[in-house]
Antibody, heavy 119, light 108 residues
Framework: EVQLVQSGAEVKKPGESLKISCKGS????????IGWVRQMPGKGLEWMGI????????RYSPSFQGQVTISADKSIGSAYLQWNSLKASDTAMYYC????????????WGQGTMVTVSS | QTVVTQEPSLTVSPGGTVTLTCASS?????????PNWFQQKPGQAPRALIY???NKHSWTPARFSGSLLGGKAALTLSGVQPEDEAEYYC????????FGGGTKLTVL
């Protein structure tokens, strides 16, 4: 079964760092782009960026460039989303999603990781 | 940055037909934006329905279809079921992605 499994919920304080993960299974991880999506409480989906684990080619949305770091380790089939200094406004659900093929099909989604930033 | 606009809310009767649209602030939506459509129910992750304008995933019910309509991407639900009540998002992808604001579909 093709799936993406994300790391568990996190509660952090402002200024702390955090790295959440998205592990793929059931397919060749390095051959498919992985995108990251933010959903703030009660709000819509926001595109953050995408990475190709095969060569770590990474593209960021202008809104998130410099705010987060997207990375991947193809040897263990995982992609990551990282913050160096969290803010309360980073409180949100974060999803990873697989992009497959030349027709840009975003087909498989992770279950989401809830990040809460509060003092 | 590109703004993608969807109807904030729509209401449809069970068994009816409804079309949701997805417009781009940069002009007409074309197949080159590879429109994707997703369904999200409360407390759940989004579920993919349509990719590249009109292609269905293996799990997409037949009553869902995608198209281009009047310069917009469109998602049509024919024979709406109560379980179709959800939020629907479009994604336009061209190097990077931009989501629409979502349409809350009520089945009443």
């Amino acid at each position: 079964e093709v799936q993406l499994v994300q790391s568990g919920a996190e509660v952090k304080k402002p200024g702390e760092s955090l790295k959440i993960s998205c592990k793929g299974s059931g397919y060749t991880f390095s051959n498919y782009w992985i995108g990251w999506v933010r959903q703030m409480p009660g709000k819509g989906l926001e595109w953050m960026g995408i990475i190709y684990p095969g060569d770590s080619d990474t593209r960021y949305s202008p809104s998130f460039q410099g705010q987060v770091t997207i990375s991947a380790d193809k040897s263990i089939g995982s992609a990551y989303l990282q913050w160096n200094s969290l803010k309360a406004s980073d409180t949100a659900m974060y999803y990873c999603a697989r992009r497959g093929g030349i027709l840009n099909a975003f087909d498989i989604w992770g279950q989401g990781t809830m990040v809460t930033v509060s003092s | 940055q590109t703004v993608v606009t969807q109807e904030p809310s729509l209401t449809v009767s069970p068994g009816g037909t409804v079309t949701l649209t997805c417009a781009s602030s940069t002009g007409a939506v074309t197949s080159g934006f590879y429109p994707n459509w997703f369904q999200q129910k409360p407390g759940q992750a989004p579920r993919a329905l349509i990719y590249s304008t009109s292609n269905k995933h293996s799990w997409t019910p037949a009553r869902f279809s995608g198209s281009l309509l009047g310069g917009k991407a469109a998602l049509t639900l024919s024979g709406v079921q109560p379980e179709d009540e959800a939020e629907y998002y479009c994604l336009l992808y061209s190097g990077g992605g931009v989501f629409g604001g979502g349409t809350k579909l009520t089945v009443l």
